[in-house]
């Protein structure tokens, strides 16, 4: 296809797409002139994967650049190539001075080792988590992370997990696991506001 029906079909302004290709987001389509190039549907798939790191995950280009080049590279496992787009997602939280934060980064290894999971020793999520509880310490709330320990267990076991296409195209399973994470996420997190909505009625109403 020309790019004009690339464009028309993934919804990406041509001028967009071109960008794309500049930034190296997008591979290039088969050149059948000086001027003019063909596209296929691997470059749909490419654009949709590209629209939803940028738009739902509000990565920067360049760790979007970092996920490509993962996706590209056929040497590197589903799983690495995955947990390439899944530490992308996080937020990058650098640990603090002081034994608040070393007693806090125990408490998550030592849950991480009585609950079996296999997570990197230098995953981002580690410290992400370490910094929750320090500031729910601060702030004298209780912690108690099983109840959500299981909840999170059983949604991504039993329901996210079977979301993506592990034996299509590399990038299509990267673009469902960005948008499972996301929006699944998000809509958790309604889910449980109108929950607390609903039994602060029930008790107090």
């Given at each position: 296809m020309r790019i004009s029906e690339l464009s028309s079909r993934s919804g990406v302004a041509i001028p967009t797409i071109k960008y794309y290709l500049r930034e190296g987001l997008l591979h290039q389509g088969a050149q059948t002139a000086a001027t003019r190039a063909?596209?296929?549907?691997?470059?749909?798939?490419?654009?949709?994967?590209?629209?939803?790191?940028?738009?739902?995950?509000?990565?920067?280009?360049?760790?979007?650049?970092?996920?490509?080049?993962?996706?590209?590279?056929?040497?590197?496992?589903?799983?690495?190539?995955?947990?390439?787009?899944?530490?992308?997602?996080?937020?990058?939280?650098?640990?603090?001075?002081?034994?608040?934060?070393?007693?806090?980064?125990?408490?998550?290894?030592?849950?991480?080792?009585?609950?079996?999971?296999?997570?990197?020793?230098?995953?981002?999520?580690?410290?992400?988590?370490?910094?929750?509880?320090?500031?729910?310490?601060?702030?004298?709330?209780?912690?108690?992370?099983?109840p959500y320990v299981e909840a999170a267990r059983r949604l991504v076991a039993e329901v996210e997990m079977d979301t993506i296409p592990f034996d299509g195209p590399r990038d299509a399973a990267v673009e469902a696991l960005v948008l499972g994470s996301v929006l699944y996420g998000k809509a958790f997190d309604a889910l449980r506001r109108m929950?607390?909505?609903s039994e602060s009625a029930r008790r107090l109403t």
């Open positions: 063909e596209y296929d549907d691997s470059h749909l798939r490419r654009l949709r994967l590209v629209r939803a790191l940028l738009e739902v995950g509000k990565l920067p280009v360049a760790s979007i650049k970092t996920i490509i080049e993962a996706v590209d590279d056929e040497s590197l496992p589903i799983h690495e190539m995955l947990g390439t787009a899944h530490y992308a997602l996080g937020p990058t939280v650098e640990p603090e001075p002081g034994e608040e934060w070393r007693t806090a980064r125990a408490d998550v290894d030592a849950l991480i080792d009585e609950l079996g999971w296999r997570i990197h020793p230098q995953a981002p999520t580690r410290d992400e988590l370490a910094q929750t509880l320090v500031r729910m310490r601060q702030l004298g709330l209780r912690v108690d992370l099983r929950a607390q909505e």
